[in-house]
């Protein structure tokens, strides 16, 4: 279930939790924006209860949002107006965070999840050390050099080996990074049980579009269910969304063909759609022979999908975003790099060059990304996001 359920067709144009101007919904019996109206399902349908160390009276508004689960919460309920009899409770555990499963262990089934979350003071995301802007328009060429140097991102041996001094649970985040690399992980592992066609092997628009639909919807929930979502603007979750899609459908498909020990079954190239072949042709030879020869396991696909999802959407958005970006990598880059030393016999050296090859990937990422617009603008697909469906 989406957080959009419960939406009707009218609605103020301020969310009523935490008074963002903005277009809204009415998500659960209340008007909010989209990130409120996660923000409130995920707590609901995870049982969890946040306390407050103030006087339950922390500042409600779009930027101060994030300091204050248990005031946010609170504001869902007795200034939206929220019901949580309206959200759908989960049915499938491999998309519960493993610190819940981890206090249901320790409290029962059915326990709730108390999480003392506020902030030290006052601290909004624009207080964090902040990254310098970079163009709206860029190339492939320029993502190179800007995208992973503007956001510390460089995939030198250095700076990937610095990750191991860093804490191991992201307090902008909420969650562990061993938590956040598993969280992508599953998402990998449950888009490859929907056992979904591969984009690679579509003949035709309308098959595409079919495809598509269904991957829209898987990563509508992987994106709204992502630690950092909730903190973010609508704005930015309705960009960041747009990734999530793209990565879901195209990113899934290319490394599905990058491993597969059999690629004559993605040889046919017949369809009704001469560019749509070619299209797809040309990702598997430049994209899919990139993926091919890093031989990608499933720990390192989900770990450059989200370097992907994030940083394809730092250069039009915000600096919460930017900054949310900069967290991600960080913490999923620990996460890998502590996934190498517990499980393989790689030394320092052998992680920061692997790291390092796998942070490139972004560019001729980026590239196919470009080239996908480029392709859904001449065959006269319009991408619309559910969030405008809503």
């Known amino acids: 279930m989406s957080a959009t359920s419960g939406s009707t067709s009218s609605s103020p144009s301020m969310c009523l939790v935490c008074?963002?101007?903005?277009?809204?919904?009415?998500?659960?019996?209340?008007?909010?924006c989209t990130a409120c109206a996660s923000f409130f399902r995920r707590t609901v349908s995870l049982n969890i209860r946040?306390?407050?160390?103030?006087?339950?009276?922390?500042?409600?508004?779009p930027e101060l949002r994030s300091i204050c689960r248990a005031c946010r919460y609170e504001c869902c309920i007795n200034k939206a107006g929220m019901n949580r009899d309206l959200v759908q409770q989960r049915r499938n555990d491999k998309r519960t965070p493993k610190y819940v499963l981890?206090?249901?262990?320790?409290?029962?089934?059915?326990?709730?999840?108390?999480?003392?979350?506020?902030t030290n003071s006052y601290t909004t995301l624009h207080e964090f050390p902040q990254v310098p802007e970079t163009s709206n328009s860029m190339d492939s060429s320029e993502l190179s050099q800007a995208e992973t140097d503007s956001m510390g991102l460089s995939p030198s041996p250095?700076?990937?080996?610095?990750?191991?001094?860093?804490?191991?649970?992201?307090?902008?985040?909420?969650v562990s990074h061993a938590a956040l690399l598993n969280y992508y992980v599953k998402q990998v592992e449950l888009s490859a049980e929907e056992n979904l066609k591969n984009?690679?092997?579509?003949?035709?628009?309308?098959?595409?579009l079919e495809v598509c639909s269904i991957q829209n919807e898987l990563a509508l929930e992987a994106c709204t269910m992502c630690p950092g979502a909730d903190i973010l603007e609508q704005d930015d979750v309705e960009v960041l969304l747009k990734y999530f899609q793209f990565a879901n459908t195209w990113m899934d498909s290319v490394w599905k063909y990058s491993v597969s020990s059999d690629k004559t079954m993605f040889e046919d190239n017949?369809?009704?759609?001469?560019?749509?072949?070619?299209?797809?042709?040309q990702i598997k030879q430049t994209l899919g022979s990139s993926m091919t020869h890093l031989n990608l396991n499933v720990h390192e696909f989900a770990a450059l999908k989200s370097f992907c999802i994030w940083k394809l959407g730092v250069h039009d958005t915000t600096i919460s975003i930017r900054i949310v970006a900069q967290e991600q990598y960080e913490a999923v880059t620990s996460a890998l790099r502590k996934y190498y030393e517990n499980s393989t016999a790689m030394n320092d050296s052998d992680i920061a060059t692997r790291i390092a090859e796998i942070t490139l990937q972004i560019v001729p990422i980026f590239t196919t990304y470009q080239e996908m617009v480029?392709?859904?603008?001449?065959a006269g697909i319009t991408t619309v996001t559910f969030f405008e469906m809503c």
């Open 199 to 208: 984009i690679l092997l579509v003949k035709s628009i309308d098959e595409l």
């Open 270 to 281: 017949s369809g009704n759609n001469e560019s749509l072949s070619e299209f797809i042709q």
């Open 158 to 174: 250095s700076s990937v080996i610095s990750s191991e001094d860093s804490d191991e649970f992201s307090k902008i985040l909420d």
């Open 102 to 118: 981890n206090s249901r262990n320790a409290s029962g089934a059915d326990g709730e999840i108390v999480r003392d979350y506020t």
């Open 19 to 32: 008074g963002l101007s903005c277009r809204t919904h009415f998500h659960f019996g209340g008007a909010s």
């Open 374 to 378: 480029q392709f859904y603008h001449q």
């Open 50 to 61: 946040y306390v407050c160390k103030r006087e339950h009276d922390c500042i409600s508004s």
